[in-house]
C-alpha cells in the first residue's frame, strides 16, 4: 500500500506543472486527497484539498486561483495542476489519502521554481 508522487521538477516563474499522486494497494474511490507542501524552514501546510466523492474542493488562499486539485478513480491517481507559478511555490509536496481511519501518504516531490 502506498502512494507515490511524481513530475516535480524545476520550473520558471509563470510556468505549469502537473504533481501526480499514483495509488496502489488501495481504491481512491472512497478516499479524499489532500496535497500539502513543505519549504526549508517553514511549516507544512495544507495546499488542496478534495473530499471522496471528488467534489468539496477547498484552496490554500495563496494558491486560489491558480492550483487545481482533481482525481482520476479510474487511473488510481490524484493530481494537482499548479498555473502561474511563483518562486514561493518552491517546497517539498506531498500528497495523502484519507478514509475513516485508512490513512496514507507519499513521499514527496520537490518543486523549484526559479528563473
Known amino acids: 500500500v502506498q502512494l507515490v508522487e511524481s513530475g516535480g521538477g524545476l520550473v520558471q516563474p509563470g510556468g505549469s506543472l502537473r504533481l501526480s499522486c499514483e495509488a496502489s494497494?488501495?481504491?481512491?474511490?472512497?478516499?479524499?486527497m489532500s496535497w500539502y507542501r513543505q519549504a526549508p524552514g517553514k511549516e507544512r501546510e495544507l495546499v488542496a484539498a478534495?473530499?471522496?466523492?471528488?467534489?468539496?474542493?477547498n484552496y490554500a488562499g495563496s494558491v486560489k486561483g491558480r492550483f487545481i486539485i482533481s482525481k482520476d478513480n479510474a487511473k488510481n491517481t490524484g493530481y494537482l495542476q499548479m498555473n502561474s507559478l511563483k518562486p514561493e511555490d518552491t517546497a517539498v509536496y506531498y500528497c495523502?489519502?484519507?478514509?475513516?481511519?485508512?490513512?496514507?501518504w507519499g513521499q514527496g516531490t520537490q518543486v523549484t521554481v526559479s528563473s
Open positions: 495523502d489519502a484519507r478514509s475513516g481511519q485508512a490513512y496514507y
Open positions: 494497494g488501495f481504491s481512491i474511490s472512497r478516499y479524499a
Open positions: 478534495l473530499n471522496s466523492a471528488g467534489g468539496g474542493k
